[in-house]
């Protein structure tokens, strides 16, 4: 499975962004997938992911009420309110078949990213 992200940039404070994430394969669709991100010079962190059988949804607290993340098939996406500086990192979209994998950080297949920078 080849995961594609797109739709970063930059944006000010408050903005908005919707990042996509495309992924080739025709089993993709049943995967659990989700969205991690690394700000600079910090850790990768798990942020949203998505179930592929029952449609659940995750997000870590600090994006709790300003991202959701959904899906069409083999494309993920993640609408970003209110975003913030805070929120600046290269985000990059995971896929597993398992759902605590995606959760977890250990799933199988990784985009590249694409780059967030929220100016304040």
């Known amino acids: 499975v080849e995961l594609v992200e797109s739709g970063g940039g930059l944006v000010q404070a408050g903005g908005s962004l919707t990042l996509s994430c495309t992924a080739s394969?025709?089993?993709?669709?049943?995967?659990?997938m989700g969205w991690f991100r690394r700000p600079p010079g910090k850790e990768r962190e798990f942020v949203a992911a998505?179930?592929?059988?029952?449609?659940r949804t995750n997000y870590i607290d600090s994006v709790k009420g300003r991202f959701f993340v959904s899906r069409d098939k083999n494309t993920l996406f993640l609408q970003m309110n209110s975003l913030k500086p805070e929120d600046t990192a290269r985000y990059y979209c995971a896929a597993d078949p398992a759902w605590r994998s995606v959760l977890i950080g250990t799933n199988d297949y990784w985009g590249r990213g694409t780059q967030v920078t929220v100016s304040s």
């Open positions: 998505i179930s592929g059988t029952d449609g």
């Open positions: 394969g025709r089993t993709a669709s049943s995967y659990a």
